[in-house]
């Protein structure tokens, strides 16, 4: 429910307040700061957050960035994939290539590659092109406490480290505050869904040569145990890979990097002992969960404060990349006299679009990913058995696996308000 504000102290007045300064929230100010949108960015952490998390995108989001003169740039930090992804069985068993996909090819435009690439590093290229405009500004150390809209504005209250409150008025607000958004909670917005409790997931970043074992960028390992997702990080000079695996529940959190190097030893391959160099670990609980509505009022989420999914199949920051591009060709015809008082239906169809594909694509998508990986369940052992055969029979069901991986923006995102 919106908090009740005071009726003075507002401090500054922007077009659009974004909650949130991760990758979604600087892209989408990005966006509408290029549009000329006075938009301010409010983050309650100090800086960039500098644990691992996403690190893969696809080319619908690659198509975006190249828009803004920044994909020569991502493309040099990080991993140019053109190898695709492959399946195979763990280290410590038979080391076997099962089956692989090709790269996907966006519907839009001409990129046929994927990039990986640290989720802090792209934040830090979003923020540096951001900052290039007058229109944007970025403000650290300022926490979202609670809101009210009002007829033609909404109201925020923040607080800082220090104890100060802080109050902002804008046109719009859109939380990109992630999956504990506390925007989404103020608006009272249902979260729907379930958190996965049979594993604790872990992201790894570590130095080790996996090409020396011909490993390629990305890859699928499969066991009940021991599955994991292995890819590169990094650029090839910075040598940074990421493992994306589990480990049981009942572990404490403080004890796990105790069974790191147990379970390194079973996923790398080479010779022991092994030498790898350990960079950070970050233990989470995975969710498969969407917001019941993407927008109360003048009030918007976006990026994992609408949905949230396990990261097996990389589709999370990227859906969220997505999210934004969808809202940044809608949110700024609101600011335009045909359509200033027909912006519910502009962001109603934001929610519709967005809410849709990842209901019925996305979420899917990341179902069948992470049980492919693990379950011994009869009939996903069955459809993983077909699935396998079909991607090694048909040169072209590859082409169309990985097609059916790259979302595709509508081709008319003018809502037609006339």
């Given amino acids: ?8 102290n507002i401090s500054e007045q922007h077009d659009v307040v974004i909650v949130g300064g991760g990758p979604v929230g600087l892209f989408l100010g990005l966006n509408l700061a290029q549009k000329g949108l006075d938009t301010v960015v409010l983050e309650a952490e100090a800086d960039i957050n500098q644990s691992p998390r996403a690190l893969m995108y696809f080319p619908i989001v690659l198509n975006e960035f190249e828009k803004f003169g920044i994909l020569d740039e991502v493309v040099r930090a990080g991993y140019k994939n053109q190898e ?17 996909i090709p790269p996907g090819k966006a519907s839009q435009g001409s990129i046929d590659y994927g990039v990986q690439l640290g989720q802090p590093r792209l934040a830090e290229i ?32 923040t607080s800082t480290p220090d104890g100060k409150t802080k109050y902002f008025s804008a046109r719009f607000v859109v939380g990109c505050d992630g999956a504990s958004s506390p925007v989404r909670k103020a608006l009272g917005i249902p979260f729907e869904g379930y958190t996965w409790h049979d594993w604790r997931f872990l992201a790894i970043n570590l130095r080790y040569d996996f090409t020396k074992y011909g490993y390629p960028a990305a890859n699928h390992v499969l066991d009940p145990e021991d599955w994991a997702v292995i890819v590169r990080a990094s650029n090839v ?12 529940p009942d572990i404490p959190v403080e004890e796990i990097e105790k069974h790191i190097p147990a379970k390194l030893e079973r996923l790398l391959p080479g010779p022991r002992p092994l030498q790898y160099e350990l960079v950070a670990v970050n233990p989470y609980w995975a969710h498969e969960r969407v917001a019941k509505t993407y927008r109360s009022g003048r009030v918007i989420l976006c990026g994992d404060a609408a949905h949230v999914n396990n990261p097996l199949t990389a589709l999370g920051l990227t859906t969220g990349l997505v999210d934004v591009a969808v809202l940044s060709r809608l949110l700024p015809q609101a600011f335009t006299p045909q359509h200033a008082s027909s912006w ?36 996903v052992v069955a459809a993983r058995e077909d699935f396998f055969n079909m991607l090694n029979k048909n040169p072209g069901f590859g082409d169309f696996v990985a097609g059916t991986m790259v979302e595709k923006l509508p081709d008319d995102l003018d809502p037609s308000l006339a």
């Fill in 344 to 379: 519910p239906r502009l962001l109603d169809k934001y929610s519709t679009l967005r809410r849709n594909d990842f209901v019925n694509q996305v979420q899917k998508l990341c179902l069948d990913g992470k049980l492919r990986l693990h379950s011994t369940d009869p009939k």
């Fill in 1 to 8: 429910m919106a908090k009740q504000l005071p009726e003075e």
């Fill in 126 to 157: 979003l923020r540096r092109h951001a900052q290039k405009y007058p229109s944007f500004s970025l403000q650290y150390n300022t926490r979202f406490v609670g809101l009210e809209e009002e007829h033609d504005a909404v109201r925020l209250e």
């Fill in 237 to 248: 000079e910075e040598g940074l890979w990421r493992i994306a695996t589990g480990i049981s």
């Fill in 84 to 100: 695709g992804l492959c399946f195979r069985t763990t280290a410590s068993g038979s080391n076997k290539v099962l089956a692989s």
